[in-house]
């Protein structure tokens, strides 16, 4: 009996070990992602005696979209690094803000790559079940269990290129330029089945340019920033004996 109870016992903790290193199998991801933009520049706005923690600034009109793929490596089972690719469109005017009647508008198109690491603060109980790995989570799982929660932050370069209007095209003294950008963000996850995850990220990113939007004031005092939503489809790719991804 003793004999029998010990070998349960060890089938038990291989059993846990294993499971804890599920994760392992699936070290890459490749994610897509589509979302919108804002960007806080010189054009549009309000001034800040007007503003409310800059939440004035927050405009329909001046959103625009992005579009992102990625390639992601874990290094650790809450540590992940990737290079991120992004590119769209930043849209700024002065037809809503404290300089209606300036008339300035610009459409600045970017390309922005990046190298972020990210820590999962939360990481969900899913992708350590078998069951979610070979499919579906089913109901043996709760939705919470399936979430994860990060943050991250890296460096990247922002090259863009601003078409302006006729009001703003006397002011500008140059319409490209090249810009190192720092993101710092948050995101969520959902598995979705084994290989799939869903996600949501906002990143806010400070570029060390006050040109993005083809014009610096007189009076600004700081650079431009702009922030991304982001909706992700992720896909888990599996990994090779050689820790290679396996497509």
């Known amino acids: 009996m003793r004999k029998f109870l010990i070998i ?17 199998l699936l070290r890459y991801e490749v994610t897509g992602g ?15 005696d007007n503003n409310i ?32 690719l992004a590119f769209g469109y930043f849209h700024s ?19 922005e790559p990046a190298l972020l690491g990210e ?47 006729d009001k703003l095209s006397p002011y500008m003294t140059k319409s490209t330029g090249f810009s190192a950008v720092l993101p710092v963000g948050v995101g969520a996850n959902l598995i979705y089945s084994g290989n799939i995850k869903l996600g949501v990220e906002l990143t806010g990113t ?6 993005i939007d083809g014009y610096t004031s007189p009076h600004s005092r700081s650079n431009d ?3 991304m ?3 992700n489809f992720i896909y888990k790719v599996k990994t090779a004996p050689n820790g290679l991804p396996s497509f």
């Open 8 to 24: 349960i016992v060890a089938i038990l903790s291989l059993s846990s070990i294993t499971n804890a290193q599920l994760w392992k």
């Open 34 to 48: 589509v979302g919108t933009t804002q960007l806080f520049g010189d054009i549009g706005g309000f001034s800040k």
């Open 53 to 84: 923690l800059g939440l004035k600034d927050i405009s329909f009109r001046q959103t625009s979209f992005n579009i992102s793929t990625a390639m992601k490596y874990r290094i650790l089972e809450d540590v992940s690094v990737r290079l991120n």
């Open 93 to 111: 005017t002065d037809a809503r803000g404290s300089n209606i009647t300036r008339g300035f508008e610009s459409s600045t198109l970017f390309f």
């Open 119 to 165: 820590y999962y603060f939360i990481k969900n109980k899913g992708e350590n079940s078998y069951m979610v790995l070979r499919g579906k989570p089913g109901n043996q799982l709760s939705f919470f269990s399936m979430l994860d929660f990060y943050a991250f932050t890296g460096i990247g370069g922002l090259s863009y290129k601003v078409k302006p209007n």
């Open 206 to 211: 400070y570029a060390f340019s006050d040109l």
């Open 225 to 227: 920033i702009f922030y």
């Open 229 to 231: 939503l982001t909706f």
